[in-house]
């Protein structure tokens, strides 16, 4: 398991060296209590504090349209873990459609994204590439399974060397709740950084990530509805 560590294990040594001269002691002190506390997974802010996988939403409360974010720490497996629990006003067919076009354009209104192209499609599985506006330069390629029978769909990160990480995997899983769909999705990675990524509670954290995803998507499929109904 790859986590972040300082340089000879003093972390306010490190955290100190790299900060403007002009930050006064007080302000030192403040923003090494906030990296800390980032880094051992407790948010300093309670916006940002992830749900307790004790406490998951019901039908009821995924209908108020909240993406609920859990951290999870495979026991089996190397890196870190997320689940992401959302509700879309859509039927499921037209759902799985959405999500199922892998040569669309919808996604480049995603900020998250700049570029995004199919690779390849055969027997229900799709080769896609995708630039991040968080790592510009660096294409990720991605081969998710579909599954139209349980409609599940499977992903994994092909060039992990390439896109400076160790693994990337995981699925999503659809449900049918009516005339809209629950989505379930989890994933695991392994990278340098994981831990921090995992806890930084600002753009670009996997928290931030993760809800602006499922506020797009909920936006998103609902302006397109007539077309993949």
């Known amino acids: 398991m790859i986590e972040w560590r300082p340089p000879n294990n003093d972390p306010m040594n490190y955290l100190n060296s790299k900060m403007p001269a002009t930050f006064s002691l007080p302000g030192r002190l403040a923003v090494c209590c906030t990296l800390l506390t980032i880094l051992l997974g ?24 909240k993406a609920y974010i859990y951290k999870l720490y495979p026991e089996d497996a190397a890196g870190k873990g997320y689940k992401l629990v ?16 892998f040569e669309n354009n ?9 570029e995004h192209r199919l690779v390849e499609y055969k027997d229900n599985v799709a080769i896609t590439e995708t ?18 029978d349980i409609h599940r769909l499977d992903f994994e990160l092909l060039n992990p060397k390439e896109c400076r990480q160790k693994s990337n995997y995981g699925h999503i899983q659809l449900e049918e709740i009516g005339d809209h769909t629950k989505v379930t999705q989890i ?22 990530n993760l809800n602006y995803t499922a506020r797009w998507e909920q936006e998103t499929i609902v302006r397109l509805i007539d077309k993949y109904r």
Do not use: C
């Open 86 to 101: 959302y509700m879309v006003a859509a039927p499921l067919s037209a759902y799985w459609n959405f999500k199922t076009d």
């Open 187 to 208: 994933g695991y990675f392994e990278f340098f950084g994981a831990t921090l990524w995992m806890n930084y509670p600002w753009y670009g954290g996997m928290h931030h």
């Open 106 to 114: 919808f996604l480049l209104t995603n900020k998250l994204i700049t």
């Open 42 to 65: 407790q948010s300093p802010y309670h916006s940002f504090a992830q749900d307790s996988l004790e406490n998951e939403p019901d039908i009821n409360q995924l209908m108020q349209g």
């Open 131 to 148: 630039i991040y506006a968080t790592k510009p330069g660096v294409r990720f390629r991605w081969r998710t399974i579909s599954s139209p």
